[in-house]
Nanobody, 128 residues
């Protein structure tokens, strides 16, 4: 059974750091593309970073240079290192795995069709 368990969220002051974890069970995480999304109440989920099975990363401009997605195959856990946090980074953060293409099926709390498996989300709050 596939399970993604997130941890590491919390409250920090502007300029601080957090590291989110996404522990995976049910498959080897290095065989799948993954992504981190975030959601502010009342808004749609926003892509933060992607990490593909080959180890290539992509981050949106708003977090580039501050956030880094990584994974540890031995621990079967993915991470999002977030540095120089800003109040506008406040959101619920979700990890997602198993990218699919050309699918109409909707998955997870973000109700998206591009990734099948989703974590439960972890709250990040950044105060000024």
């Amino acid at each position: 059974q596939v399970q993604l368990v997130e941890s590491g969220g919390g409250s920090v002051q502007s300029g601080g750091s957090l590291r989110l974890s996404c522990a995976v069970s049910g498959f080897r995480l290095d065989t799948e593309d993954m992504a981190w999304y975030r959601q502010v109440p009342g808004y749609e989920c926003e892509l933060v970073s992607r990490l593909n099975r080959h180890g290539n990363t992509y981050s949106v401009d708003s977090v580039k240079g501050r956030f880094t997605a990584s994974r540890d195959g031995a621990k079967n856990t993915a991470y999002l290192q977030m540095n120089s946090l800003k109040p506008e980074d406040t959101a619920v953060y979700y990890c997602a795995f198993a990218r699919v293409y050309d699918s109409d099926s909707i998955h997870g709390p973000c109700q998206r069709s591009d990734f099948v498996y989703w974590g439960q989300g972890t709250q990040v709050t950044v105060s000024s």
